[in-house]
């Protein structure tokens, strides 16, 4: 035992020793991530970061493409069968990672677990919230009764992975981490996971959608940047994600690297006060108390005219991103093709200022993160600046995101640059998270932090969101969108960009989502 | 003696007590933690019961009094990230840490006293010049430029060290440690170097600034007047009267490092203990912000007692615990 070690330990000497490049066992690869999981629990908290994770062990019924489209995973067929009952059909001859037999009675135990997991600190109780009931009606058919005339099941469905009965009867997140339960279906078997370390993975050959490129990965959490796109080029690591925008150009030009990149899920947007008379952060430039301007939409346009978006995205994003309109992505469900960014135009801003009673402007203060989004304290920065042209005294404040969201959750700001992300690849998703009027009760507006209230939004998110047909879903989005992008209810910057890179010998399929699938990297 | 161990442990006491106050009120006035921890679209009632499983939705004191409590029977609380206890979050991640400082420390008492008795022996030869010379250096580069230097050099241009992680471990007592195996000393190289630059050319320094002030006096030139051998002046007269100075700062120092290491840590990619409060930090991550400077507080009160102690072996002037301290 003690001698294998040691020879491991001299083999690794030697590959440490400059011959790293190429000498690595095929067989294997290693991938730097900038976010650590936190745990192996798949149902224990819903964010990215830890769906990616166990997204490498465990499968969902229905899956989202790497363009946001549902496709079949664990469920091959889903059709509305009238009275809000879904039939859902299950792939035949899946077997769990131990070889036991996957059934409908897996999906039911899992139903039952998800949204109960103690303590956790995003529960999934919300994607489950749909299902009245749940019914096998034999090993591979399923039965799901919905609450609402909505195919929002469908995309539901998508965010919750599937695990065993036979292994997570009376399992607690512990035994995940542990791997005593962490049995699924999916590309890879659990081998072990360190808490902000590592996991480790080995393939599963009997992969329904046929085995990876690779035998053993290991997925280690890197946040540092500079420390991510050094192990890539000293051949450390294969595949890295959240390339920073400032090494970019750095990892194009080396012929060792490949890129792969796509539109990020992520909108940036600046959000308003629409709704108070008078907002804490803006004054009269000499510093006397004024109703709230940003009650005015030409207030709310003028400020959107004065941003130069393309600049921000040329200079501080080194071209990664895409102005936006509105907060769906172009591949999104309900995006609207008519909504376009706003121009820069920042003589017509003026005008709308003078016209609107504020020919001399007035004092605003913009908040933003700077330790979550992409360059998001520069772009803050930068936006200022942009202000600050069309007469509007502007004061910068930047924060880390620790201090931010729950200050801004507190409406202690008046306007602040922050993201959305629609991971579910829907529109009525963001509109109904950030445009709909706040309310505790329904749910709705839960992200609304300027408490834009429009009857006429509202009516149409709400329609859109009560029909079995996915298009007429997705017209009402759009129309939704239109009513409350014409009125400058937030103002979109830009759609961000996904990089990842690798070494040269691997191809990686870029995702959307943002998750760092392992079963997207392969050999080339 | 125990009189004074006792005095010195209550002391330690009091002084986590103070510590789980100020984390409670500062990390309660930086903002709540499920704005952070939650998924952005949940909606509020599912906030709600977030808070309210979490304990978050009590008043502060409230909340601090259930910690106190806990404490009291030994769950010093479960990370709200991980739902992992706090303690055993740390405790995993502690070897990590110990063995960067430990290598750290080690590197710099080996290379930064010799280095310093030459350079306060010698004063005016050019080597001794070179030797402070160089110590600026260590002082006023910043480390985590350093760092970066260094794994440029030595992994991407080189490609001799790895730039990241522990490597291979092996299990000694149920605890891993990379400094047995040699992929495991190949990962230390660069981090432990890192680390130890500032201490090397703050060992210098202190080191010849203490000879600079024992050579001149009376009791050395007397041994030297005598025909004492030159060496046996180094260690019996010299060495033994500079190290009370030196021995305090080591124990700061190692303090400091396993404490702070967090720089170091991050660019290195080093599973320590640095990494897990900086991310704890950002998530404010409470019970492993207080655990981990509980940690942190009892290994100083701890640091210095042993630093005590050996003031006595040093010096046996110093008599502990008696009434005239």
Redesign the interface.
């Known amino acids: 035992m003690k001698t294998k070690?040691?020879g491991?330990?001299?083999g690794?000497?030697l590959l440490?020793?400059?011959l790293?490049?190429g000498m690595a066992q095929a067989e294997d690869a290693k991938v730097?991530v900038r976010s650590?999981s936190?745990?192996m629990?798949p149902h224990?908290?819903?964010?990215a970061t830890n769906k990616a994770a166990v997204t490498n062990i465990f499968d969902t019924l229905i899956m989202r493409d790497e363009d946001l489209q549902l496709k079949p995973a664990l469920a091959t067929s889903w059709k509305h069968i009238g009275d809000g009952v879904w039939e859902i059909k299950l792939r035949e001859g899946v077997r769990w990672h131990d070889g036991q037999p996957f059934t409908a009675q897996d999906v039911i135990f899992t139903f039952e677990r998800a949204p109960n997991v103690?303590?956790?600190?995003?529960?999934f109780?919300?994607f489950l919230s749909q299902i009245a009931e749940a019914k096998a009606i034999d090993d591979h058919t399923l039965h799901i009764t919905t609450r609402n005339p909505s195919p929002q099941i469908l995309f539901d469905l998508a965010e919750v992975p599937i695990i065993s009965k036979h292994a997570g009867e009376g399992a607690a997140?512990?035994d995940y981490?542990n791997g005593k339960a962490t049995i699924g279906t999916g590309p890879f078997k659990f081998v072990s996971w360190?808490?902000?370390?590592?996991l480790k993975l080995a393939r599963n050959d009997d992969y329904w959608a046929g085995p990876s490129d690779f035998e053993h990965v290991e997925v280690?959490?890197?946040?540092?940047d500079?420390?991510r796109v050094?192990?890539l080029?000293?051949?450390?690591v294969d595949l890295i994600n959240a390339v920073p925008p400032e090494s970019f150009q750095l990892l194009k030009n080396n012929d060792a690297i490949n890129i792969a990149m796509t539109q990020d899920v992520y909108t940036a947007y600046l959000h308003i006060d629409t709704d108070r008379e008078v907002t804490p952060n803006i004054t009269a430039k000499d510093g006397s108390e004024i109703g709230n301007p940003l009650l005015d939409v030409r207030v709310r346009e003028a400020l959107s005219l004065a941003i130069n978006r393309d600049a921000i995205i040329e200079r501080l994003l080194q071209g990664l991103a895409m102005p936006a309109g509105q907060l769906a992505g172009p591949t999104m469900v309900g995006y609207n093709p008519d909504i376009l960014p706003t121009p820069y135009d920042p003589e017509r801003a003026k005008a709308l200022l003078a016209e609107a009673g504020f020919p001399d402007g007035f004092k605003l203060t913009i908040h933003g993160p700077n330790?979550r989004y992409v360059a998001d304290g520069q772009i803050v920065q930068a936006i200022a600046q942009m202000f600050e042209r069309v007469g509007i005294t502007t004061v910068v404040e930047t924060m880390?995101?620790?201090?931010f969201?729950?200050?801004a959750?507190a409406r202690d700001f008046s306007i602040f640059f922050l993201g959305?992300?629609s991971a579910q690849g829907t529109a009525w998703?963001g509109l109904?998270?950030v445009l709909m009027t706040y309310d505790?009760?329904?749910?709705?507006g839960?992200?609304n932090r300027g408490r834009y209230h429009n009857a006429e939004v509202d009516e149409l998110t709400i329609a859109s969101m009560s029909t079995f047909d996915v298009d007429e879903a997705a017209s009402l989005s759009a129309q939704a969108a239109a009513v409350a992008f014409a009125d400058f209810a937030i103002l979109p910057m830009h759609y961000q960009m996904n990089v990842w890179a690798t070494q040269k010998g691997f191809a990686f399929v870029p995702r959307q989502d943002q998750m760092t699938l392992v079963y997207g990297l392969s050999r080339k | 003696m125990i009189a004074f161990i006792i005095q010195r442990l209550l002391q330690g006491a009091g002084v986590v007590l103070a510590m789980s106050v100020i984390v409670f009120v500062g990390v309660f006035a930086?903002?709540?933690?499920?704005?952070?921890?939650?998924?952005?679209?949940?909606?509020?009632?599912?906030?709600d019961?977030?808070a309210h499983?979490?304990g978050l939705d009590q008043p502060l004191w409230r909340q601090y009094l259930i910690f106190l409590w806990s404490a009291v029977h030994g769950q010093l609380g479960?990370s709200?990230?991980?739902?992992?206890p706090a303690i055993e979050?740390i405790l995993?991640r502690l070897p990590a840490t110990l063995e960067l400082a430990l290598g750290a420390t080690l590197l710099a008492i080996t290379i930064g006293i010799p280095l310093g008795l030459i350079a306060g022996l010698f004063d005016n030869s050019w080597f001794s010049r070179v030797i402070m010379a160089g110590s600026i250096f260590g002082f006023s580069l910043p480390t985590f430029w350093v760092g970066?230097i260094l794994?440029?050099t030595f992994?991407?241009w080189?490609?001799?060290?790895?730039?990241?992680?522990r490597?291979?471990t092996?299990a000694v007592f149920g605890i891993e440690w990379s400094f047995l195996?040699?992929?495991?000393l190949?990962h230390l190289a660069l981090p432990v170097l890192n680390l130890a630059l500032f201490k090397v050319a703050l060992f210098i320094r202190l080191t010849r600034a203490s000879v600079r002030e024992i050579v001149p006096q009376d009791f050395v030139r007397f041994a030297r007047a005598m025909g004492i051998h030159p060496s046996r002046v180094l260690t019996r007269h010299i060495l033994k009267n500079i190290m009370i100075p030196i021995v305090t700062v080591i124990g700061i120092e190692f303090g400091s490092v396993v404490a702070f290491a967090v720089v170091t840590e991050?660019?290195?990619?080093w599973?320590g203990m640095g990494?897990?409060i900086i991310?704890s930090?950002?998530?404010?991550d409470r019970p492993v912000i207080v655990a981990y400077l509980m940690v942190i507080v009892v290994m100083f009160v701890f640091i210095n007692l042993v630093v005590d102690l050996l003031y006595a072996v040093l010096d046996p002037r110093v008599r502990l615990g008696s009434t005239s301290r």
């Open positions: 070690k040691i491991l330990a001299i690794a000497i440490a020793t400059g790293n490049h730097g650590e936190a745990s629990d224990f908290s819903y964010v103690p303590n956790s600190p995003a529960p109780g919300q997140t512990a981490n360190s808490p902000g370390g590592s280690i959490a890197m946040p540092n500079a420390t050094a192990a080029l000293s051949g450390d330790n880390p995101a620790n201090v969201f729950p200050a959750s959305w992300g998703h109904r998270g505790k009760e329904q749910g709705y839960s992200s | 930086i903002g709540d933690p499920v704005e952070l921890l939650i998924n952005p679209d949940a909606d509020q009632l599912t906030r019961a977030v499983s979490l479960t709200f990230v991980f739902n992992i979050l995993q970066l794994i440029l992994g991407v080189l490609g001799w060290l790895p730039v990241f992680g490597g291979e092996v195996t040699l992929d495991g190949a991050s660019i290195f990619n599973p990494k897990l991310e930090i950002n998530q404010l």
